[in-house]
């Protein structure tokens, strides 16, 4: 079963500044999910990547699947980019029996 | 856009009452899950279904119980709720395994 591993578990950053969010996990897969949860709100998928790199606005994610890390990237950080983070990857790599998920990194930008 | 809906936002029940839980979701997606996330542990698979009449148990099944009867509709149940079954409840669909839409999740408090 893959192991889903996120860092930082928390951060606090100003409004402005680049953030990075890190996942690994242990067993090769076909592709990963990047999640955002807000405060009391539902669950929205951000990006589901298999290689290389996608760009959503401000929100960029890359993998490199030989490492078997994924990072999430948010440019020029704003008050509602506050989110749980959260990335998931396949439990047995093909994918076969659903998502394993990291703990979220819980980030809040201040103004 | 993919519209996956659950039965209720909030819902209060008593220990040894028995619960249901509904979800739906009109992109005709043969795969639905259902997950709890409790903090500090993040999202977890209680069963999932890849079809109409099949179930599959996830990593914490135990104290739950599934129906599948039509393709739309995953039903997930509580036969006698305990209080160590509060927590959030997250319906996701896809048509791939690893390809997930979430619901807006029920929050269940059993007292």
């Known amino acids: 079963k893959n192991e889903v591993e996120q860092s930082p578990q928390n951060l606090t950053a100003q409004e402005g500044e680049f953030i990075t969010i890190n996942c690994s996990y242990s067993?090769?897969?076909?592709?990963l999910h990047w999640l955002q949860q807000h405060p009391g709100g539902g669950i929205v998928s951000l990006f589901m990547l298999s290689s290389g790199k996608k760009k959503h606005g401000r929100l960029i994610a890359t993998i490199n699947i030989q490492e078997k890390h994924s990072s999430l990237h948010i440019t020029a950080s704003h008050p509602r980019d506050s989110a749980v983070y959260i990335c998931?990857?396949?439990?047995?790599?093909?994918?076969?029996?659903?998502?394993?998920f990291g703990k979220g990194t819980h980030l809040i930008i201040q103004p | 856009d993919v519209k996956v809906t659950q039965s209720s936002r909030y819902l209060v029940k008593r220990t040894g009452e028995k619960v249901f839980l509904e979800c739906v979701q009109d992109m005709d997606h043969e795969n639905m899950f259902w997950y709890r996330q409790d903090p500090g542990l993040g999202l977890r698979l209680i069963y999932f279904s890849y079809d109409v009449k099949m179930k599959e148990k996830g990593d914490i099944p135990e104290g739950y119980s599934v129906s599948r009867e039509k393709k739309e509709r995953f039903s997930l149940i509580l036969e006698s709720a305990s209080t160590n079954q509060t927590s959030m409840y997250l319906c996701a669909t896809g048509r791939q395994v690893y390809e997930q839409y979430f619901g807006p999740g029920t929050r269940l408090t059993v007292t």
């Open positions: 998931a990857a396949p439990s047995s790599g093909g994918g076969a029996d659903g998502l394993t």
């Open positions: 067993v090769g897969i076909s592709a």
